[in-house]
């Protein structure tokens, strides 16, 4: 029972375009949500997060956009650059509750130059 | 000065035997995590420790057992180990259970 679903596996985008990462969940409980970038042979590190209170957070070149009606998040990179490339997780939890992260399995995505 | 610390990286041993992962955390943080990376890549949340208590047990057989010493440690035990035991095993701390975690570089398992 997935409460976090990244339903796109992979994603692959040229230098200087935009990438936009999905990320849907089932628990109308969450209230606080994170992406985290991850390399090989490394831990996940914090992106960005966003609470339930706002639609939008922005820093630098990501944004993460919360619908919550659709229940739905999703991570905008622009300009893409190849050091973007990495494995991002979806993440959420019920930070009244303080439960653990949740996470997607995670999309990889590929910058070319 | 790793913020999040785990020994060993790489870890291969025989089925049946025990073995422990260390993790220290440096940040000052009073919450803990134990995560279970799986062969279909899913992170899963394995335990949570805040200021030494144990918060969070989801459904793990009973040969893993954490152990926190104190706020800045928290060792994971596995008994009897199986093949299917096999992944990459996440520490992570936070301040208060809420905000972003901060991982360690994970520790691949594998058992033969």
């Known amino acids: 029972d997935q409460q976090v679903k990244q339903n796109s596996p992979s994603l692959s985008v040229q230098e200087g375009r935009i990438s936009i990462l999905n990320c849907d969940y089932t628990n109308s409980m969450f209230d606080y949500f994170l992406w985290y970038k991850k390399y090989p042979a490394e831990g996940p590190t914090f992106l960005i997060s966003i609470s339930s209170i706002k639609d939008k957070n922005e820093d630098g070149r990501f944004t993460v956009f919360l619908n919550k009606s659709a229940k739905h998040l999703s991570l905008h990179i622009v300009p893409s650059q190849p050091g973007d490339s990495a494995v991002y997780f979806c993440?959420?939890?019920?930070?009244?509750?303080?439960?653990?992260?949740?996470f997607g399995k995670g999309t990889t995505l590929s910058v070319s130059s | 000065d790793t913020a999040v610390s785990q020994t060993p990286k790489y870890l291969v041993t025989q089925m049946g035997n025990d073995k422990s992962i260390k993790c220290e955390q440096n940040l000052g943080h009073d919450t803990m995590y134990w995560y279970k990376q799986d062969s279909k890549k899913f992170l899963k949340i394995m335990f949570s420790?805040?200021?030494?208590?144990?918060?969070i047990n989801e459904t793990v057989p009973n040969r893993f057992s954490p152990k926190s010493p104190d706020k800045a440690h928290l060792n994971l035990h596995i008994n009897s180990l199986e093949l299917g035991d096999s992944a990459v095993y996440f520490c992570?701390?936070?301040?208060?259970?809420?905000?972003?975690?901060?991982f360690g570089s994970g520790t691949r398992l594998t058992v033969v």
């Open positions: 420790y805040n200021n030494k208590e144990l918060i």
């Open positions: 992570a701390s936070s301040q208060r259970a809420r905000g972003g975690y901060t």
């Open positions: 993440a959420a939890s019920d930070n009244q509750a303080g439960t653990a992260l949740i």
